[in-house]
């Protein structure tokens, strides 16, 4: 099987971070064609930073890193510093980029590549708000069928929400953009709450991280350190919730997930409940079934994937 082509689009971000060093350490199963940043977890000119900081952590100066949107489509930015620090990737101490970012905006990268490459072949994996690929989505409405496959990180059932009561933290963000996506047809896979909170960082699997003893290794293990805080005093669990990188391993290992085919629609009129992702997952409507909802995870077998693939890099 060639490998799978993918667009990492994303805010990063510690779990972002792990979750593109993932997939740089898997180019048999997925090829990175580019990388694509977008404002979320902190203003646009850090995740830009961000994505090239990791890229270059990996020893992948030559992976291209495009600018997107550094607003949602209707509201105005929230970030989360209170989670990921003012940098983003607070933890570790990583050198400014060298790496060139690239001239064409996200969307555009989008967009082109999904008209150059076969139809069904291209992959979009949103670990951010959904601004760059709903704006993509408006501008040329052509791509929604040539997509392969959107694999995203967002939302919540019956995990609830992280950000406000019912709204997990990406699709509350930009949630005209989650309803502009989750509407465009193309087949989704959703890793929400539900399941990215299995995916917890115990000192055990972080003590396996720091252990290789490589430097992707330790600054793993150091972003993980600084990301846990915030969860453990806020969920009282042993660790910080990895949830971008269950993106990648659920294109390595569908079989370590295991969820439902369901309608999922996105709340964005209430300010109450602004962000829901409202999935049916009892089949209580006549809704069609628009995504694949994943509920869970084998969380030791995602640490030994995870692990076992940091140590390539
Ligand atoms: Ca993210």
């Not at 020893?59 to 997107?68: E, H, I, L, S, T």
């Not at 967002?154 to 406000?164: H, K, L, S």
């Not at 990215?196 to 993980?224: I, P, Q, S, W, Y």
């Not at 369901?262 to 628009?290: C, F, H, K, Q, Y």
Request: glycine share 8%; proline share 7%.
């Amino acid at each position: 099987m060639p490998a799978r082509k993918i667009i990492i689009d994303t805010d990063p971000g510690q779990d972002d971070a792990v979750a593109i060093l993932l997939a740089l350490a898997s180019p048999d199963e997925v090829d990175v064609l580019g990388i694509t940043a977008v404002a979320g977890n902190v203003p646009l000119d850090l995740t830009v930073r961000n994505a090239r900081v990791i890229c270059e952590l990996a020893g992948r100066q030559d992976v291209k890193v495009f600018a997107g949107c550094d607003a949602p489509l209707e509201r105005p930015l929230v970030t989360a510093e209170h989670v990921h620090g003012r940098t983003g990737l607070d933890g570790p101490s990583l050198p400014d980029p060298a790496m060139p970012l690239q001239d064409r905006h996200a969307v555009d990268f989008i967009i082109d590549t999904l008209r150059d490459e076969p139809a069904g072949t291209v992959t979009l994996c949103p670990l951010g708000p959904l601004t760059n690929v709903a704006t993509a989505l408006r501008r040329a409405p052509d791509i929604a069928e040539r997509i392969g496959g959107i694999v995203l990180m967002g939302g919540a059932y019956f995990e609830v929400g992280n950000i406000t009561p019912t709204a997990e933290f990406n699709i509350y963000v930009d949630p005209h953009a989650a309803a502009e996506v989750f509407a465009c047809g193309a087949p989704i896979t959703v890793l929400p709450l539900d399941a990215t909170h299995k995916a917890l960082v115990t000192k055990a699997r972080n003590d396996a991280f720091r252990a290789l003893g490589t430097k992707v290794g330790v600054a793993v293990a150091e972003m993980t350190d600084f990301f846990e805080r915030f969860d453990k005093e806020k969920y009282g669990s042993d660790g910080a919730p990895l949830h971008d990188p269950c993106v990648i391993a659920w294109l390595l290992r569908p079989d370590l997930f295991s969820g439902r085919h369901v309608n999922v629609e996105i709340e964005t009129a209430s300010e109450l409940t602004l962000g829901m992702t409202v999935a049916d997952w009892w089949g209580v409507t006549d809704r069609a079934p628009n995504a694949t909802f994943i509920g869970d995870l084998d969380a030791d077998g995602f640490f030994a994937l995870l692990t076992e693939r940091l140590a390539r890099l």
